[in-house]
């Protein structure tokens, strides 16, 4: 089964007939079975552990057929798909836009976007309006809990806009939603996603609502800030440890007690502890062998020596002349003795801590016992960011492979169709620009020549002038001629 690439229905048969032959010692590690069963995953959903004939030879291997039981079972178990929404057409019959904000609401709008990969299957939702508030949600078939189940919550965004301050989170909800009035203070379950305000705000909220309280992460889980698709997955386990990826890529894990604040510390400092009075937490201490020089007390400023009582000086109009001061160059500061390593230095006193007696553990942090619906609750400055393909699930494969049949085929063309853009924007800049300087040019030739011909006519002003004197004096010239 190592080498095979195929695995024809018959292979149950064989499968079964290899487990029957193995010895029982080898099923303590089971290396071939582990990887034979990742890759018959991969290949078909359905496997017959057990075939009809010689059944009663596997009693012999009992314990390790239970081992193969549960492998198989965690193995080729369907995914639950609580949710899956790739907002094809006739989305808005599953999902309400909230009019809670009336006038101040934005609307979304199906699109692909600007740039994509293919124009109907890279259609998701998009904010349309400026400075508006966003409110979309659905609710589930039915209502479930993801008791002692994994918790996958997934989404696209992208912010083709060049987002400058704005949401780009989901949110579950209980079942109890009031779709029509969702808003920013409507109790929730779970938040989750990116969320971008200037250079300072660039992070990915993972919010859980525990006891009617919003916890936020105490770690800094930096977000995506281009204009591209992101795909943002939280995956919560019922060991109450968790998972945060971005493109199908871990950014951030960890313990759900360690990374909130859901319940009080384990540990406080004991109270009728006091550090003992002759504690000396002091690493350096003066020099007592060390002493100030005789010379050292000099004054920070002294009597400027070069200077000289002005010639024109009136003592009585201007008061006595005073030399003025000069930083001494021989002033040496505060005269401290040197410091030397404290022999009775004991380190710094630490706090001693006692169990806390408030302390209560909790190995449901992880549950919510009715998860109803999701929704899109935002606020835009500059709108254009687009939703998709939301999932919600109780497999993590199965996220990472949805994850893959859609962002993973989209990026790249989405990319190339952005960078085309770009270089069609460039060329069409550069072409106006170069036609602006062509115009500027022309205009700059024409009062040229608008100059150059203001210059010629004041050049023949005088002429003109000559000419008009000379018709004057030969028409004078002719009126005396007359005359005579």
């Not at 990969?117 to 259609?123: A, I, L, S």
């Not at 199908?248 to 550090?275: H, M, Q, R, T, Y």
């Not at 350096?284 to 020596?305: A, L, M, N, T």
């Not at 010639?311 to 401290?336: A, L, T």
Request: hydrophobic content about 25%; proline content about 6%; aromatic content about 10%.
């Amino acid at each position: 089964f190592r080498d095979s690439t195929n695995f024809p229905d018959s292979s149950e048969v064989v499968f079964c007939d290899w487990l029957k032959n193995t010895n029982q010692s080898h099923f303590s590690i089971c290396p071939e079975i582990i990887t034979w069963l990742e890759r018959l995953r991969t290949s078909r959903r359905n496997v017959g552990l057990f075939c009809p004939q010689n059944t009663d030879s596997y009693s012999r291997k009992m314990p390790g057929i239970l081992i193969l039981v549960c492998l198989l079972g965690a193995a080729f178990a369907d995914p639950t798909i609580y949710f899956k929404e790739e907002f094809p057409d006739g989305w808005d019959s599953r999902w309400v836009e909230s009019t809670h904000k009336g006038s101040e609401q934005g609307s979304f709008k199906h699109t692909a976007g600007k740039f994509f990969n293919d124009k109907e299957k890279d259609k998701g939702i998009q904010t349309s309006q400026d400075a508006r508030f966003y409110g979309i949600s659905a609710k589930f078939d039915k209502p479930f809990t993801n008791e002692d189940k994994t918790l996958v919550i997934q989404f696209s965004v992208k912010h083709e806009q060049n987002i400058d301050c704005g949401g780009g989170y989901v949110k579950l909800f209980g079942s109890d939603l009031n779709q029509k009035d969702m808003h920013g203070d409507s109790p929730y379950l779970i938040m989750f996603g990116p969320d971008i305000c200037g250079p300072g705000t660039k992070k990915v909220h993972v919010i859980f609502n525990y006891k009617g309280k919003n916890l936020l992460t105490t770690k800094d889980i930096r977000c995506k800030d281009d204009v591209f698709t992101h795909v943002y997955t939280l995956i919560v386990r019922p060991d109450n440890t968790y998972e945060v990826k971005i493109d199908n890529k871990k950014v951030e894990s960890g313990a759900l007690e360690s990374d909130w604040e859901f319940l009080l510390p384990k540990k406080i400092k004991d109270p009728d502890a006091k550090k003992p009075e002759d504690w000396d937490d002091r690493e350096k201490i003066d020099d007592p062998d060390d002493k100030k020089p005789e010379d050292y007390d000099k004054p920070e400023h002294i009597v400027d020596p070069d200077a000289k009582k002005p010639e024109d000086w009136d003592d009585e109009m201007d008061g006595e002349w005073e030399p003025p001061m000069i930083d001494n160059p021989d002033y040496k500061g505060e005269w401290k003795p040197k410091q030397i390593d404290n022999p009775a230095y004991k380190g710094v006193w630490v706090h001693p801590e006692i169990d806390n007696p408030d302390y209560k553990a909790d190995d449901s942090l992880y549950k919510y016992t009715d998860i109803g619906a999701i929704g899109f609750d935002l606020w835009q400055v500059k709108s254009g960011s687009i939703f998709d393909n939301v999932l919600i699930t109780d497999d993590e494969k199965y996220a990472e492979e949805f994850a893959e049949e859609t962002w993973g085929k989209t990026k790249e063309g989405e990319e190339k169709m952005k960078n085309e853009q770009d270089e069609e924007e460039k060329k069409k800049r550069e072409e106006e620009d170069k036609k602006t300087k062509e115009e500027s040019d022309d205009a700059a030739d024409d009062d040229e020549e608008e100059e150059e011909e203001e210059e010629d006519k004041t050049e023949e002003k005088p002429d003109e002038k000559e000419e008009e004197e000379g018709e004057a004096e030969e028409a004078e010239s002719t009126e005396e001629h007359d005359e005579l």
